[in-house]
């Protein structure tokens, strides 16, 4: 029996499977999004990436694809990064590969839906710009 999570592309398959039972439609689209993209930049490198042994995968592709993705808006970007992470921890999980995790602390610093565009404004300073 062959083993389901032979490939890059029948793992990233099998994880969003996994996903679909557990998260909504749009957010498994999203990851399965990110994930051919993630695709995208290894055929640059390799044309039959998906098709690669799970035994190929490296931490060292995470930082490449956050490259790669860096002029997409932050909050797309920590999605994006979000789902490579997941996939790279389903893999982790099902004892396919071993790598360290803590790559993709450098890459997801912070959730950028959370950070704040602009200072908050006080009321007295609001009174001051009103009076000019």
């Known amino acids: 029996m062959k083993n389901h999570l032979e490939t890059i592309q029948s ?10 039972s557990s ?5 498994v689209r999203t990851y399965q999004h ?9 055929r640059k490198q390799l044309p039959d990436f998906e098709s690669l042994p799970i035994s190929a995968v490296l931490a060292e592709w995470v930082p490449i694809y956050s490259s790669a993705i ?8 920590y999605v994006y990064l979000t789902a490579i992470k997941g ?19 450098k890459s997801i610093e912070t ?10 404004i006080q009321n007295f300073e609001i009174s001051r710009v009103l009076e000019h």
């Open 11 to 20: 793992s990233i398959v099998s994880y969003l499977n996994t996903l679909s």
């Open 23 to 27: 998260h909504s439609k749009n957010t």
């Open 34 to 42: 990110a994930l051919g993209i993630f695709i995208e930049i290894g």
């Open 70 to 77: 860096q002029n997409l808006a932050p909050s797309t970007r």
């Open 87 to 105: 996939w790279y921890t389903f893999l982790v999980n099902e004892r396919q590969i071993s790598v360290n995790l803590n790559v993709f602390q």
């Open 111 to 120: 959730n950028p839906a959370n950070e704040r565009l602009l200072p908050p």
